[in-house]
């Protein structure tokens, strides 16, 4: 399992929180993933073999919260 922290700047509210990770737990190989509105850092564990971090930043483009590593 791989484990890393990015920021996403443009989440200000829990409606942001409930929607990154809904976007991200809902991806094949993802085992965690959680927000925190006040760091505005989001923390994800997830399966290498199964999905990349590249895919997982790509979901948070597609929903409109680009990260920052």
Do not use: F
Not at 15 to 32: F, P, Q, T, W, Y
């Amino acid at each position: 399992m791989e484990k890393r922290t990015c920021t996403v700047p443009n989440m200000s509210c829990g409606h942001c929180k409930m929607r990154i990770e809904k976007a991200l737990n809902g991806l094949d190989g993802v085992a965690s993933a959680t927000a925190n509105v006040e760091t505005k850092v989001v923390a994800v564990e997830w399966d290498a073999s199964t999905v990349s971090w590249g895919d997982i930043q790509g979901s948070l483009e597609k929903i409109g919260y680009p990260a920052e590593v």
